[in-house]
DNA sequence: TATTGTTATACTCTATAACTATA
DNA sequence: TATAGTTATAGAGTATAACAATA
């Protein structure tokens, strides 16, 4: 769709941004369906950085690292056995506390979820290099808006 | 010092950028979760919706639409397969070119794309209402930049 | 031969409900 | 009883490969 450029800002401004909207979601949605295919041999999702990423501190249990992801516990205890049987992470049991199950970050976990660091760090540097500070400081709270929005869409 | 500041940004804006792109799409994922158990019985999720919208001009052909949403054919197909099952849309044969199907909109997916439409709406004032003018135009491009990164990713 | 669509197959990610084991 | 985790089950959404029908 060819972009209207015209210098008051109203109704036009709030038209484009509905349309930016709609692509920025659409992009966001086709990521996601990428994501899901694994090329890489050690490769991490999207939805497999938010969860290995709190390991980056430490060891944590399946409970913890469900709602630091904003999960469920059997969706959390599905996608380690994944990381599991890539040796991506371990999982043993709590000594402490026998229900609980301690999940760690293996070696080559670690560095997987480096190199996806890596790769935000890239993103992160390539939209840092397009807008000036106060426009990062608009970006950081249009996110966290649009986050909230989708949370009751 | 190794400050390798590309401009006077500090850090901080940085990182609070990174972590509202990681809220926005840990926030995205359980949107998507949620929507598989949608109670509403003419409800739309985000990818039906992106589906149909071009529908409200006119029909279409599988093809097309698979296209316009960005995804795949087959994925199409399987799509409008359930949307047939709720009667949201009509498949039939077109006949000047028997290889192809003419998908349209029933008065009920109709009714439901309007819903979404105005869902949308009300979530475009709540951003509109959030921002300046000026901002609204600074948000538009920073989304379709972000948008264009996000392909990437 | 090229195009359109569907079917077959497979995968990730999400959830709730029911269950086991431990505290 | 309450908590941690897993298993069972279900479903959306994504893809590629193979197929049939038509142009």
Redesign the interface.
């Known amino acids: 769709m060819a972009t209207r450029r015209t210098t008051d800002?109203?109704p036009t401004?709030?038209l484009?941004?509905?349309?930016?909207?709609?692509?920025?979601?659409?992009?966001?949605?086709?990521?996601?369906?990428r994501a899901a295919r694994d090329p890489s041999p050690n490769g991490l999702s999207?939805?497999q950085y938010?969860l290995l990423e709190p390991l980056a501190g430490g060891p944590r249990t399946n409970r913890e690292l469900a709602e630091l992801?904003?999960?469920s516990a059997p969706t959390a205890t599905r996608m380690v056995d994944g990381l599991l049987q890539r040796a991506l992470v371990s999982r043993v049991e709590d000594p402490t506390d026998r229900r609980a199950v301690v999940i760690s970050l293996s070696e080559t976990g670690r560095a997987a979820l480096a190199l996806k660091e890596r790769?935000?760090e890239s993103?992160?540097?390539?939209?840092?290099?397009?807008?000036?500070?106060h426009?990062?400081?608009?970006?950081?709270?249009?996110?966290?808006?649009?986050?909230?929005?989708?949370?009751e869409?």
């Open positions: 800002a109203p401004a709030q484009e941004l509905t349309e930016a909207l709609h692509d920025f979601f659409r992009a966001a949605r086709r990521a996601r369906g999207l939805a938010h992801a904003g999960i790769e935000y993103v992160r540097s390539r939209i840092a290099a397009a807008f000036e500070p426009e990062q400081e608009l970006a950081t709270d249009l996110l966290r808006r649009l986050a909230a929005v989708i949370e869409l």
